[in-house]
């Protein structure tokens, strides 16, 4: 049982037939951990971080296929809070010098709040496994108004220029597939030959989990054949060019920009280009939305103030029916 000892509070529990009493901030924290130990957990093994998270991982992000991301998360995650630190130590207090590091560190607002969203799922299930009290309070950061840089046509141009001149045609292509699918970078590497084929893309392994068909536009499909002449493996994307790769090229293609200390210069930005695009174009919001695969139409709305005729077409189709 839980008690006093100063300013603390002592647990006390059998481990391997040895007593042990290790002390705690608080009353519930030391209880929580009487709790884990009689239900099995070891000290050193489900009660800290990054094992839990190991164990517990399958039923923490279930149905969840963005693994890759989550994993990236985690990593960022454990370098603020490290990976052997207790379960029952993560706190309010420990949670808030988090968010300040992530601050100091130039991390954005929308970066650090996956990060806590992370955090909160790890909490919420070892809070429901009886192994921690609380979840600790995550504030959550204000988010920018995303990124906001598109390609114009001489943009699009100099890119192709710059990867040709250096002979790096995969670039070229995945760059290419970017700007007239609007898909994401790793919804582009995952892309099988069987998802591409009668005119039309299939992207299957999305963000939001749901399966998406657009028809694949001239420019998307002579990239992808070129890319599929160029190698024999199923994903063309996937399989016969690295993502590290592209990473550096791309580096490249920021410099030859003098886009290096710009944030907004990422490969992101393509799919953002190709949303403008079509709105600009007079695509209505909703079809947009099929498009991107938004799962919200709030995320599509982002680009209405791109159509400013809109309510010009309006405005005509009264007078017509007057």
């Known amino acids: 049982m839980a008690r006093p000892r100063g300013n603390r509070w002592q647990a006390d529990v059998m481990i391997d037939g040895v007593r042990k009493r290790p002390t705690f901030a608080t009353k519930e924290e030391a209880e929580a951990y009487e709790r884990a130990i009689e239900g099995g957990y070891g000290v050193t093994s489900n009660l800290t971080l990054r094992p839990f998270v190991e164990e517990q991982f399958n039923r923490i992000w279930e149905g969840n296929r963005s693994i890759s991301s989550i994993q990236t998360n985690l990593n960022v995650l454990y370098r603020y809070i490290p990976a052997e630190t207790p379960l029952t130590s993560i706190n309010d207090l420990k949670v808030d010098n ?110 939001n989990g749901a399966t998406r068909r657009i028809p694949l536009v001239a420019p998307a499909k002579a990239a992808w054949d070129t890319m599929c002449r160029m190698t024999n493996e199923d994903k063309p994307f996937g399989d016969a060019y690295p993502r590290d790769t592209f990473r550096g090229h791309w580096e490249r293609l920021r410099e030859h920009f003098d886009a290096t200390e710009d944030p907004n210069f990422v490969p992101h930005m393509l799919r953002h280009t190709c949303a403008s695009r079509l709105v600009m174009a007079g695509v209505g919001l909703p079809q947009v939305m099929k498009w991107m695969g938004h799962k919200s139409i709030q995320t599509t709305m982002r680009y209405a103030h791109l159509a400013p005729k809109d309510l010009d077409v309006a405005a005509q189709a009264l007078v017509a029916v007057a």
Request: aromatic letters at 8%; a positive charge; proline letters at 1%.
């Open 98 to 207: 988090m968010i300040t590091a992530m601050i100091n560190d130039g991390l954005a607002g929308g970066t650090i709040n996956r990060k806590l969203a992370t955090l909160s799922k790890i909490m919420k299930r070892a809070k429901k496994m009886q192994i921690v009290v609380a979840v600790p309070e995550l504030e959550r950061q204000k988010e920018g108004k995303g990124r906001d840089r598109i390609w114009d046509a001489a943009d699009e141009r100099k890119a192709e220029l710059f990867w040709t001149h250096l002979g790096l045609t995969e670039a070229k292509c995945l760059c290419i597939f970017l700007l007239y699918t609007g898909c994401r970078v790793g919804e582009a590497y995952k892309l099988s030959r069987k998802d591409v084929q009668g005119g039309f893309v299939t992207f299957r392994e999305t963000k």
